[in-house]
Structures are given as C-alpha cells and as structure tokens.
C-alpha cells in the first residue's frame, strides 16, 4: 500500500498544493491593489463631475450635473463588486478552501457581476 504524500500545514492537500497556494496569496494582492485603484479613480470621477467649477462644467444643467457621478457608478461599480469577490475567491484558495460554499458563492456572485458589467 502506497502511502500518499500530504502537505505539512494541511494532512488533506497534496505537496503540490503549497505552490498554487502562494500563486492564490499573489492574485489576491493584485486584486486588492485592482480593487482599491478602481475605488479611487471611481472616487475622483465623481469628486470632479460633483465639483462646482464652470471651467470643467461648462453649461450643464443640474440634472446631468447630478447624475453624472450615477453614471460613473454605474459603470464602474461592477467591475469594483466584481473585483472584491474575486479577491474574496483566491483569499479562499489561499486558505485551502477550495470548493466549499463561501467559495462557490463568490465565484458565482462575480461570474454574475462580470457578466452583467
């Protein structure tokens, strides 16, 4: 009888397993770094469009002045949703965690937001 090789930090996971673990850490850094840079480029279109400068404005009425930011956020918004359960995804992966529920449920709940995005 052969007996399978397992991993130190978890007996159920394969040797293997650690390398896709650290892969799983790096993509989640990248999202975050992905997810915070879009908060704030989101942020600052709204930041500018809400602005009251006639320069950047010009002529606009209040209705498009104020629904502008919408317009951004609706845009953008899903991508940023998308990019936080995603990050949400591979923090899962990284644990070990790799189809449990929270798992598929982030996975599904972007798979939805990037569809619809």
């Given at each position: 009888?052969?007996k399978p090789?397992?991993?130190?930090?978890?007996?159920q996971?394969?040797?293997?397993?650690?390398?896709?673990?650290?892969?799983?850490?790096i993509i989640?850094?990248?999202?975050?770094i992905?997810?915070?840079?879009?908060?704030?480029?989101?942020?600052?279109?709204?930041?500018?469009?809400l602005w009251?400068h006639?320069?950047?404005?010009?002529?606009?009425?209040?209705?498009?002045h104020?629904?502008?930011?919408f317009?951004?956020?609706?845009?953008?918004?899903p991508?940023?949703v998308?990019?936080?359960?995603?990050?949400?995804?591979?923090?899962?992966?990284?644990?070990?965690?790799v189809?449990?529920?929270?798992?598929?449920?982030h996975?599904?709940?972007?798979?939805?937001?990037i569809?619809?995005?």
């Amino acid at each position: 009888m052969l007996k399978p090789s397992l991993s130190p930090t978890n007996p159920q996971l394969s040797p293997g397993f650690e390398r896709a673990r650290r892969i799983s850490r790096i993509i989640s850094i990248l999202l975050a770094i992905a997810f915070w840079s879009m908060l704030l480029v989101l942020a600052f279109l709204c930041g500018v469009a809400l602005w009251p400068h006639e320069a950047a404005i010009g002529a606009m009425s209040p209705g498009v002045h104020l629904g502008l930011p919408f317009a951004y956020f609706l845009s953008i918004g899903p991508v940023v949703v998308a990019l936080h359960y995603g990050q949400r995804v591979f923090i899962h992966f990284a644990h070990g965690e790799v189809f449990s529920t929270a798992t598929v449920a982030h996975i599904r709940l972007s798979a939805l937001l990037i569809s619809r995005g």
